[in-house]
């Protein structure tokens, strides 16, 4: 699986957010963060930016939904123009179903994990998914310090996948940094969520191109990548 970098702007100007989603034209995926002050303890944007960010950018836009109730939500972010949508396992009454939705109506699915929730009760929803997002710190800011607690549980994910010989992806999110990107590669992920990283830094784009040179040669050098096309 290449590996895909998407910058998040929860760590952007978001005075110049097309601005700001032009200066990393060569990611993969923008991240948007959508934050309701109850699940998280943060309030971001909602369906209205994510709207307006699609008519700016022609990269595709990566929603991960820290919310209450995304089985009710979820949806419109699809008719707003999001490619994949996030809801958390933590807050979904029936993942199932609304993966299905999400696919049904185009997008990509996908299940993010705090860091104290288990994946293994959720081997057999796997098949149901797009990417499974292993979140690296606890949701709700950004700029907070990576979790390596939370390799363990990565490695344990990617063998999961493997076990079923699914073609899912695996994100990581949160303190994905040129100093911790590596070890997520080489722990099983090839989806990487970078905020401060790349949009502290002087130039962006240029970041972007650094982080994946770092996550592909990590990758390279990974004992779950033997055998990958």
């Not at 009454?93 to 299940?111: C, D, I, N, S």
């Not at 390799?151 to 911790?180: F, N």
């Not at 830094?201 to 040669?217: G, N, S």
Request: negative net charge.
């Amino acid at each position: 699986m290449a590996v895909q970098i998407n910058p998040s702007i929860l760590s952007a100007d978001f005075a110049h957010l097309a601005d700001e989603a032009a200066a990393v034209s060569g990611a993969d995926w923008l991240h948007v963060d959508v934050m309701d002050n109850h699940f998280v303890p943060n309030l971001t944007l909602g369906v209205p930016v994510v709207e307006s960010l699609r008519r700016a950018t022609d990269t595709p836009l990566d929603c991960h939904l820290m919310i209450e109730e995304p089985d009710r939500w979820a949806p419109a972010f699809v008719d707003a123009g999001a490619g994949s949508v996030t809801f958390h396992a933590e807050a979904a009454a029936a993942p199932v179903r609304l993966a299905r939705e999400l696919r049904a109506k185009g997008a990509r699915a996908a299940m993010a994990l705090k860091p104290a929730t288990p994946v293994e009760p959720y081997e057999d929803l796997l098949p149901e998914l797009d990417m499974l997002l292993v979140m690296t710190v606890e949701p709700g800011f950004g700029g907070q310090a990576f979790l390596d607690i939370m390799l363990p549980k990565v490695r344990r994910t990617r063998e999961l996948i493997a076990k079923h010989g699914l073609e899912l992806w695996l994100q990581v999110d949160g303190g994905v940094s040129a100093e911790t990107i590596e070890r997520c590669a080489e722990a099983g992920a090839d989806v990487f969520v970078a905020g401060s990283a790349v949009y502290g830094a002087e130039d962006p784009a240029a970041a972007v191109r650094a982080l994946r040179a770092r996550a592909a040669a990590a990758g390279e050098r990974a004992a779950w990548t033997a055998g990958c096309p």
